[in-house]
């Protein structure tokens, strides 16, 4: 019998995790359970860093990016000595089951946990758009019109010096944040992890480009696959054409959640408690064509490699 589940977020803030924990703190009082929110991720759980949630405590967040519990990046919990010191600290307070909401750091924190019998929920929460077994994770939406904006920032003053403008996006090894916001902001050219970088290729047709007559370009580039200053230098020199570098950084991570990171945040926030009411641990939870559905934890994290949408490559390369 569930009675007790605590509440945590962690790795990078993502627009939509305060909805999720709302969604997880409502719901659960709907069906008598007591809900704990955890400070700052895996550290805080290990430290101790617990407050009691309630209906009260969880309004005016839809709307706030962020997550309201905070968060860190915890590598100490790969040691299973400070993963026993963390299910301690549960067990005293009574937690029957944690809820995670993050990426697949948080996930590999949750199977470890589950592995040694503590029984754990994971809800994929980052921008990255990462994590396997889902099509969206939360936060992604949000991030994604960000990044346009700025994309159509940077076009008009593109547009207006007739330059080629570079904008660096996050997404660490996933082109799914670039390759969406390029589309959607029409960028000219596109660099995702997931094809073969080729600086040569691009700087080649960047020129064929201006020889037809273009007269500015976008250049949407995922982060980690070059140093975008000196890209932009080698391209100026190559092509003659003025060139700048922009880094999108942290602003892709803030922000109000957009409507759909909030209701997928509710949903899944909500499905989380029904799992956990059927004693179904050691899931993590997905939307596949629209559909709230459920995996093992273990086999998202070995098995399941999320792959870029292929068509929407395609589409790209059709439309310049
Ligand atoms: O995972 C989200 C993310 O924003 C990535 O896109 C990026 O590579 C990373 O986090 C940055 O991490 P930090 O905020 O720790 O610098």
């Known amino acids: 019998m ?3 589940i605590a509440v945590l977020t962690s790795g990078g803030d993502a627009p939509g995790m305060n909805a999720a924990i709302r969604s997880i703190v409502r719901t659960s009082y709907n069906n008598k359970i007591q809900v704990i929110g955890i400070l700052n991720g895996y550290r805080g759980l290990c430290k101790n860093k617990m407050i009691n949630l309630n ?3 969880v309004s005016n967040i839809i709307n706030r990016g962020g997550t309201f519990l905070g968060t860190a990046r915890y590598m100490n919990f790969f040691e299973k000595k400070i993963r026993k010191i963390a299910i301690k600290n549960m067990q005293d307070k009574g937690i029957d089951a944690l809820i995670v909401i993050g990426g697949n750091g948080t996930y590999a924190g949750a199977n470890a946990l589950h592995k040694m019998n503590f029984p754990c929920i994971g809800i994929p929460g980052t921008i ?3 994590v396997f077994g889902t099509d969206y994770t939360i936060g992604y939406s949000t991030a994604l019109e960000t990044i346009v904006k700025s994309i159509d920032q940077l076009r008009d003053t593109s547009f207006s010096h007739q330059r080629i403008s570079i904008v660096e996006i996050m997404g660490r090894k996933c082109g799914d944040l670039t390759l969406s916001a390029a589309i959607a902001g029409g960028c000219e050219f596109i660099v995702i992890p ?3 970088y080729d ?6 047709n960047i020129k064929k480009s201006i020889k037809k007559g273009k007269k500015h370009a976008v250049v949407a580039i995922t982060e980690h696959i070059c140093n975008v200053k000196k890209l932009a ?7 003659k054409k003025e060139t700048r570098a922009t880094i ?3 602003i892709q991570r803030g922000g109000s959640p957009v409507a759909f990171d909030r209701i997928l945040a509710s949903k899944m926030g909500f499905f989380s408690i029904e799992l956990l009411l059927k004693k179904k641990f050691g899931k993590c939870i997905g939307i596949k064509n629209d559909k709230i559905i459920y995996h093992d934890i273990e086999k998202a994290l070995n098995f399941m490699k999320k792959k870029i949408n292929k068509k929407l490559i395609i589409i790209s390369k059709n439309l310049y």
Request: cysteine-free.
């Open 233 to 239: 230098k080698k391209i100026e020199f190559y092509t």
């Open 55 to 57: 209906n009260n405590k």
């Open 248 to 250: 999108l950084g942290h």
């Open 128 to 130: 990255d758009n990462d």
């Open 199 to 204: 600086e040569k290729k691009l700087i080649q």
């Open 194 to 196: 997931e094809i073969k």
């Open 2 to 4: 569930i009675k007790k």
